[in-house]
């Protein structure tokens, strides 16, 4: 679709106003005809930025070295048993 057109860059300074006639192109050229798909501006906008954003982070294009490196995040898993992991907050019974 040609309206997705370097929609990263872009689709971010159009006003609600101008989405809504978006908006409302998109209606009519799928009420005429002329898409398969009923689709909204920002779902036009937001798959863009996904395309993009996914494309990037593959080591091989040429914007993936703007990337900051990936940081590794472990995050504790809690368990049942509280008393084990935090035996100071509950008092003994």
Same mark, same amino acid.
């Given at each position: 679709?040609? =309206?997705?057109?370097?929609? $990263?860059?872009?689709?971010? #300074?159009?006003?609600?106003? @101008?989405? &809504?006639?978006?908006?409302? %192109? !998109?209606?009519?050229? %799928?009420?005429? &005809? %002329?898409? @398969?798909? #009923?689709?909204?501006?920002? @779902? =036009? ?6 395309? #993009? %954003? ?12 703007? !990337?900051? $490196? ?7 898993? #809690? ?15």
């Amino acid at each position: 679709m040609r =309206i997705a057109y370097a929609a $990263p860059a872009w689709s971010s #300074l159009v006003s609600k106003e @101008q989405e &809504g006639k978006i908006d409302a %192109f !998109l209606r009519r050229s %799928f009420r005429f &005809g %002329f898409s @398969q798909q #009923l689709l909204t501006f920002r @779902q =036009i906008a937001e798959k863009a930025d996904h395309t #993009l %954003f996914t494309s990037v982070t593959n080591p091989a294009h040429c914007l993936h070295q703007l !990337l900051p $490196p990936t940081r590794s995040t472990q995050y504790m898993q #809690l368990r049942d048993d509280i008393h084990t992991l935090y035996p100071h907050v509950l008092p003994n019974v």
